[in-house]
């Protein structure tokens, strides 16, 4: 076997043993209805997800202009209902991540919250059609 397949099962397996990180979540009502997509008028909406396999050990808090809003687990999402205008996302690890947003009443926009090594994240801003098939992969997290 190469080292790189070995060392690819070493990984997964300190993934497994080390065990899942738990955020509250919300209920199961709350979660379709975020599911929905709907935007409430003169609103937008600004999803948070992280829908991979690293980092499974790893709670990443999530701040929305400059406030704390809720932590981010393995395959979980926050939404943010915001108003029209500039808002700063903040990915509240080691490095500090952030991605600003222009939001526009009516829309939805998507963040995917990347796990990194070292307890680090990034955070990306991504098309309609990606963010809502991994929103779809998540559950969502209770608010703060």
Same mark, same amino acid.
């Given at each position: 076997m190469s080292s790189?397949?070995?060392?690819?099962?070493?990984? #997964?397996?300190? =993934? &497994?043993?080390?065990?899942? !990180?738990?955020?509250?979540?919300?209920?199961?009502?709350?979660?379709?209805?975020?599911?929905s997509f709907a935007v409430r008028p003169g609103k937008a909406n600004i999803?948070?997800?992280?829908?991979?396999?690293?980092?499974t050990a790893l709670? #990443?808090?999530? =701040? &929305?202009?400059?406030?704390? !809003?809720?932590?981010?687990?393995?395959?979980?999402?926050?939404?943010l209902e915001v108003s029209p205008g500039s808002h700063t996302i903040q990915s509240k690890t080691e490095n500090g991540a952030t991605v600003t947003i222009n939001a526009v009443a009516g829309q939805n926009y998507y963040v995917w919250q990347e796990v990194k090594m070292g307890a680090r994240a990034a955070l990306h801003h991504?098309?309609?059609?990606?963010?809502?098939?991994?929103?779809?992969?998540?559950?969502?997290?209770?608010s703060l």
């Open positions: 790189k397949f070995l060392i690819s099962i070493a990984i #997964l397996l300190a =993934a &497994l043993v080390s065990g899942c !990180v738990s955020v509250p979540m919300a209920s199961p009502e709350q979660d379709a209805a975020a599911r999803y948070v997800y992280r829908n991979e396999i690293f980092g709670r #990443l808090p999530v =701040a &929305l202009d400059g406030k704390l !809003v809720g932590d981010t687990a393995i395959n979980t999402f926050l939404v991504v098309d309609e059609a990606t963010g809502r098939a991994a929103v779809n992969e998540c559950k969502l997290v209770a």
